[in-house]
Each structure stands twice: as C-alpha cells, then as structure tokens.
C-alpha cells in the first residue's frame, strides 16, 4: 500500500559533471524497479540532472530551501526557484542543518508549509542525538519535532510529506540503529500521526529510516512492518552501491 521510496541525499558532495556521470548509471535500476528513487543533489546541479533525469523514472530532490518566495535573503534559494526547475522533493530540517546551521523546529515548519504550498513533497528529518537516547528519552524527543513539523499542516496534505527517522548518531559513522530499533521509532512516529490526523492517514504516510544504510543491511531494515524507504548518505554517491540498495 506504501510505495517503497529510497532516495539518495548526496549531501555536499559531486560536482556537476560527477553527478551527471552518476544519474546516468542509475537511470537502468530506477527503470526496472517498482520502488521510487530520488537523488537530492547540491542546488547549483538541480538544473542539469533534472535535465539528465527528465525522461526516466528518477526523481529530484533538493536538500534545503527558505520558506519566503523570494527578497533579501542573501545565499538562499526559494521553492518558487525549485519549482521552476521541476524539482519533485525537498530535504527539511535534515540533522545537519539543524546542528551546523541553526535550522530550528519553527524554520522546519515554516519551510514545510511553503513547499506544500509549491507543490514540492518535504521529506522532513528527525532524530534524537546519542546523548537523548542514553537518557532514554528519545521518543520524547522525536515525537516533539514531529508534532512541531506538522504544527498547522492540513489533514490532507500528510501524505505529501515524508518523514525520515535519521537517529544522528548513526549518521555517517557506519553505526546503524538496529532494525528493530529503528522499526520501533517509525511505528511510534506513525502512532503520532495517528493521534494527530487519524488512522487513515497514518497508514499511508511513508517513513523512512536514515543512518549507514548500505547493501549489506538494507534488507533487514526494508523488511521492517514500518519502514517504507531510506535515505542513504554515503552509499548513494556510488551507482553499485546505490543499485543494491534500490533492489534490496
Ligand atoms: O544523513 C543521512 C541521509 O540524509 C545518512 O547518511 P549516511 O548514510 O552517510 O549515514
């Protein structure tokens, strides 16, 4: 009933040409596949991948953007630009922006409720720090950011939205949440959707799980009763590690 949705965030990696070099490779896979695939790509490469991946069944994300449509905002990048270039997806509130560039759950929100408005799909990031699970309130945490995120979103925009359970200290260090683990927190983040908007929607909204996904541990966690999809790091800026991955 939920597509299955595994997207690459390429983060600030690969140059124009690399990119090309690297959408070209996976346009096969993403043909042969019933899983949807996006690559979210650094904004100065939007333009040319979308043109590279227009006729295939890749789709585009970016991996930021403000909430305004345009004005005095110096280094920023609007969903009236995004739009303009086709752009499908929108990373929101990934844990690096939260951490390096004050990104808040308020900046999270307003952004989510401008790409709806743009008709560009949030994939909206949350996830709880070593630390906060240590002390065992992660779900606090986690459920917190989803709540904020979805503050004033209608009903029926939910299943615009996807959400990507990223847990940061399994970001980039090759350390996974075990997949029971990160089952647990998509089906508790889908009861919080539940409380929110009802059973209707929260069985249709997708999850994704983010943090060292690789070929060798993507089945597990696709296997998972609440995990729809990933969103892969690392392992996405390599085609044969992003095709095992897709035909996991
Ligand atoms: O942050 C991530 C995707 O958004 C995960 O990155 P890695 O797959 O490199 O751990």
Redesign the pocket.
């Given at each position: 009933m939920r597509r299955p949705f595994i997207a690459g965030?390429w983060k600030m990696n690969k140059t124009i040409s690399e990119g090309l070099v690297l959408v070209k490779e996976l346009k096969e896979v993403a043909e042969k596949t019933d899983v949807e695939v996006a690559v979210c790509v650094p904004f100065i490469a939007l333009k040319d991948i979308k043109e590279e991946i227009k006729d295939s069944k890749i789709k585009l994300g970016a991996q930021n953007m403000h909430w305004e449509e345009s004005g005095a905002f110096t280094g920023e990048i609007s969903p009236v630009m995004l739009k303009d270039i086709g752009v499908d997806y929108v990373i929101i509130g990934?844990s690096e922006r939260r951490q390096y560039f004050n990104e808040t759950d308020e900046t999270v929100n307003k952004k989510i409720k401008s790409a709806l408005k743009h008709e560009i799909n949030p994939i909206v990031c949350v996830g709880e720090t070593l630390e906060e699970r240590e002390k065992g309130i992660e779900k606090d945490i986690v459920k917190n950011q989803v709540l904020k995120a979805f503050d004033g979103v209608e009903k029926d925009d939910v299943t615009k939205i996807v959400i990507a359970y990223?847990p940061i200290w399994?970001?980039?260090t090759g350390k996974t949440a075990s997949s029971e683990d990160a089952n647990e927190m998509c089906a508790f983040i889908r009861k919080t959707i539940e409380e929110k908007y009802g059973i209707d929607v929260s069985e249709r909204v997708r999850i994704q799980y983010?943090?060292?996904?690789k070929p060798h541990n993507v089945t597990d966690i696709m296997n998972q009763a609440d995990i729809d999809g990933a969103?892969?790091?690392?392992?996405s800026l390599k085609a044969d590690a992003f095709t095992e991955i897709v035909n996991f």
């Open positions: 965030n990934h990223e399994a970001i980039g983010g943090g060292s996904v969103l892969v790091g690392g392992a």
